[in-house]
């Protein structure tokens, strides 16, 4: 039967479990045909089918359907991926999760909350909200970012120094495989577990490509009473990760550090430029911006900062941004999400060129070295500099997941490739330098199979696994496994 | 003016295609319930990237899908991208492509032929000193005519109601760009008060259109009850119970009035609690964009989920000052009622500001 034939009838089946929840129609699929990552504009990935699933039962006979005719399953959420994760790239049935968004329970008790994995996290902590609690894992998407999303893509966390990631949240999901069976693994409402293997853990960056999570239960806390930002201009890259360490070795209570080189303060500012009119002024010596949340009890907070203020000013030389309509700037950009209407940031940013970024990982005595790498490599592949952001994302102290981000000309195909060989020397200079090759954005349809190069024969073990769940490979087929972008030698 | 084609947006396309942010979607009003991303503007905004590029082409089916946008510029309020224009853009494509909306054309047909819109039941005169454009929908609700013109008069607004013809908002928001340049020429022909140098209006739709496609110098006349308000004092009884504002969408986001109709509420001595989605972020009650005319099923949800963001304060009512979000939002009152057994009674600034008026 030709694949046509097969979509057809695989559509007839659909259209009896989900009715107007599924799709054939190119306008519908046009809507679907892109995520967040760099591509040339002929560069559309129409999936076959769309469905919209609105529970688990569902998405399970969704899935049976894929998988007896072998039709590829892709799960699509906030679309706001940067790695290809999410696009139809063999076409097939694109789920739009997005349908799965209730919240199924809020256990005060247990400082729990249970939740379709379709629902947004800024959706999620509005209800919250209401209850004194809040989700921790806040990526800087999460306006369109669902819970499944974060677990697929293990994407960053602005608390993530104080909460840690998605995973130091998730206490048990619930996945659809690619076997069509749904299965809840992890530890109920326990924090951890140490029977059994770590299922769970598999989930967290799988990118859709071992089943549909359709559900997750995860770990609320209560909201803080304040929180203050505070910036400090380093007079070395190094600086702000020494500076932090030393800080959380003192014994401070940080929730969140980032720190900025020049070029990324910009970038992060400009809802501070919309406001004032003008561009931040920093001292020349300046090489670094580390800034600092801090929050709790409003006393505790302000020992806090200062303690960390006479630290960073006594012990690295830096100095403290005086003027706080700046840092409060770059807080609207990272968390707040707070712009003038009608000038929200990331259009305005991306006018000409688009956002690109190779999100490696590196040790964080190699930050300085990384960052001259970056600069060579970007020009190399006449990449233009955006600027380098280090999220620190382990609770309680420094680590390096880094931003090393450009404008990428996506006008032709060669620009757009030129920027994936930059992401190609990047993620080399990574592992060169005892690193990772990404910290939040995945394999996507932009690693796989390159990622060998970090994984050697341990990638073997991960095709294995991708088989006991996806014995059909119909699970975002290649993703991981195969890039469109980078040669694996 | 001639309209931009679709081509002209090539710019803010490609660069939502940048983006895709997100901003706009988890907010629309119209997502929410139709659940596809093809419902957003960033999925609106791709299927327009098809259009320019040649690989979609106008239909019936894209027609109906752009026919499912209120234009209530949520998305453009939190993006940097003129999105309306490019939506608007599309359906003209729609138009020009053979494929308009049957009622959406019956209903330019009626403001060609008729000058206006709807069936016209009353039919003020005043000859005052401050004009005054009723607009369509007012001359349809005669008793709500009679309470705003009341009202201004006893704040010593003395209205001059002239010959009017329909703004054609509609006309231009649905597509048929070439029919509004009639309807424009039409409104000039008969409207004797374009010198003026001020204009009130009572609907914030006809407000923005005079004001944009116009050029004409309008103010919505709660601006100048509240001014007047604050210079005069005692002349309300307090009414004492706690309401929240729905901004409506064009007097609200495109018009960036606010401040004077809380002011106002204020003033009457009621409550005001504040939606979580409000003034340049409120969400619209689902009557805008002629969704109405083309899916009232879709248009009493999207006003359903706005009565509940209201419920969900615990306030007596809802107020606002809109001829269109009043009668929809009161619609999908009656059904959250009918679900939820709360009843959470709509009433218009005009209907508030008349109880309190002392006389």
Redo the contacts between chains.
Sequence with gaps: MNQKKITEKAYGQLRKILRDRVTLSAIHRMAYSRDWSPRYREMNDLPDIVVIPRDTQEMVRITKVAYRHEIPLVPFAGGTGMGGGAVAWKGGILVETKGLNGILEIDEENMTATVQAGITIEVLNSELARHRLWLPHQPESKRACTIGASIGCDNDSTFGLRYGKILDCLLNAVIVTGRAEAIRVGQRKASFSSTGYKLLDLLVASEGTLGTITEATLRIVPLPEVREVRGYVCRRLNDTARGLERLLGCGLAIESAHANCRNRLHFYTHSYREKYGREPQLPEWADAILFLSFSGDRDIVAFNVDKATRIMIDEFKAEPIGEQELVEGWWDSKHRLEFIPFKQKWPVSQRQKKFGAADLGLPIGRLEEGYHRYLEIAKKWDQEILGMTIYNESPNKATASISFAVFVDDSSQEAVRKFYRYVREMSEMAIELDGTMSTYIGDGDRLGGFNRLEHGPGLTYMRRIKRIFDPKNIMNPRKKFQSRWIDSD | MKEKSLKDYA??I??????????C??QCPVYHVM????Y?C???I??G??LI?G??SP?R??AQ?LDHCLLCGLC??????HNLDIVTSMRREMVLGGVPTPVHRENVQRILTEGRLLDARAAPEREGQTPLYVGCVYRTKPRELATALSVLERLDIHPLIADETCCGYIVEATGFAKEFEAVQEQFKKTYQQLNAPEILTLCPTCTITLKEKYGLPVKHAIVVVAEQLHKKQGIVKPLGFRATYHDPCHLG?MLGVFEEPREILRYLGIQLVEM?NNR??STCCGGGGGVNAVDPGLSIEIAKNRVRDAIRLGVEIITTVCPTCEPTLLRGAGRVSNEIDTFIDVRSLWELLDDALVD
């Design positions: 710019e803010d490609y660069t939502c295609n940048r983006s895709r942010c997100g901003f979607r988890e659940a596809y991303e093809t957003s960033r999925g609106k791709l299927v990237r098809g590029e690989t979609l239909s089916e894209m899908i453009q309020a939190r993006c940097a991208l986001r979580e340049y972020f």
